[in-house]
Every structure is written in C-alpha cells, then in structure tokens.
C-alpha cells in the first residue's frame, strides 16, 4: 500500500498530505497566502507526526511542478528533490494543469464524449498557461503560455466542446463569447486532488527522474522578505 507525501506548492496558498492507498491519512493546509518558504518544512513535520510515520517510510513524495508560482515551485522542487535523494525514495512531478483537469473531471457529471479540457492557471495580467486534455486525460497541447483572442483553440478543434478549466477561466470568458465554450472557474489544484493522480502514478511505477527533473516555472509573482536555506525535515 503506497505511502505518499503530496506536496502542493504552485498556488498562492500551501497545502500538504500524507496518503496511504489513496486515502489521506493526515493533511496540512496553510491559512496564509504566499507562505511556502516560511511553512512547508514545519508542515510536512506536522503531516508525518500527526501520521505517526517516519520519513523513511516513505514510497514516493508528489509534487505538483508547474506551472504557477515561480517561488512556490522553487521551494517545492528544491525540497523534494534533496528529501527523494536524501530517504531513497522515488519522485512523481505532475503537471498542475494535469491535477486540475483530473479534479473537474472527477466533479462532473458530463460524458466529455465530444469535449475537451482546457485546463488553465492564472499568469497575471492577461496572460494564461494551460494544457489541453481529452476525457481520458490524454494530453492534446503541451503546458504552454498564451494571450487568448475570441478564437481560442476553435480553429485545432473545430467541432469540439470547449470546457475551459481554472482560475483561468474567469479571465477567458471576456474574451470568448461563442456558445460551443464552457466555463468553470474552480481553482481545484490541492495537495489532496494531487493524491488521487500520484497514486496512479506509483501503482503504474511512472516516477520522476530526480537528476534530470525540471519544473515547469510559471510568473514570479512572490518573493519571501528573507531568502533563506532550510533543512529537510528536521
């Protein structure tokens, strides 16, 4: 039964849990904004000890990787990493586009027979990243960034139903106005909807490689008052 540390960094706010077989056994979620340098080490001790585990016990740690918040991806990627090398334990890096599409689908009751997922994450001003998805979460377009205009996607799938996913999503319904586009504006990327993909992930042994993993950096919105190391765990 896989025992999976997942750690949601990319959002404004922080949000950690400990899962064993897919059910979540302990969890941690921030009640700051833009605090991840300052509580994710403290938060992953809180996790494990309210858990009664010990990091080496652990299979495999998850991390979403991108795109979102430049720090809180630094700060996420750093710690997993040296934690993976440092306990021997295997690393699943999952795109945050990817945890999103995973949630909203979950969420809905629509067949998705003709449509496709547009899985988005605000880059401030107007500006998007996103991923495209089918039902299966089959991966159609690469995370990428794009300022949308009124066609948006329509010309690659013309005869699909458009679901526009994420904190995104608000921004695009200004701009796009035909009937064939849908809209939900959930921000649904957590630590726990984060779990039900890294499980998948370890029972199909898709794992990270630590040496070569590079995340998928989104806009620097945030910097910590104090640029500091930290330790891992403790």
């Not at 999976?4 to 941690?28: A, M, R, W």
Request: hydrophobic share 40%; aromatic share 10%.
């Amino acid at each position: 039964m896989p025992l999976i540390l997942n750690l949601e960094t990319t959002g404004d706010v922080l949000s950690v849990c400990l899962s064993k077989n897919g059910e979540i056994i302990s969890e941690f979620i921030s009640s700051q904004e833009r605090s991840h340098s300052e509580e994710l080490v403290p938060a992953v001790n809180q996790v494990l000890e309210r858990a009664g585990i010990l990091p080496k016990q652990l299979d495999a740690i998850a991390l979403t990787s991108g795109p979102g918040s430049y720090t809180g991806i630094r700060v996420g990627s750093s710690f997993a990493k040296a934690s993976c090398l440092a306990l021997g334990c295997n690393l699943i890096a999952v795109p945050s586009t990817l945890v999103q599409a995973n949630a909203f689908i979950d969420s809905s009751s629509n067949d998705f027979a003709n449509s496709i997922i547009v899985s988005t994450i605000d880059a401030r001003r107007m500006e998007i990243w996103y991923s495209v998805y089918d039902k299966q979460l089959n991966q159609l377009e690469k995370v990428q960034a794009a300022i949308p205009d009124n066609d948006f996607l329509r010309f690659m799938y013309p005869t699909k139903e458009i679901i526009v996913s994420g904190n995104g999503a608000e921004k695009l319904k200004s701009v796009l106005y035909d009937k064939s586009y849908h809209f939900d504006t959930n921000y649904r990327i957590n630590a726990i909807e984060l779990s039900k993909i890294s499980l998948k992930y370890c029972k199909s042994w898709i794992y990270t490689n630590i040496m070569t993993f590079t995340p998928i950096y989104g806009k620097d919105f945030f910097l910590p008052k104090n640029q500091h190391s930290f330790k891992i765990f403790k």
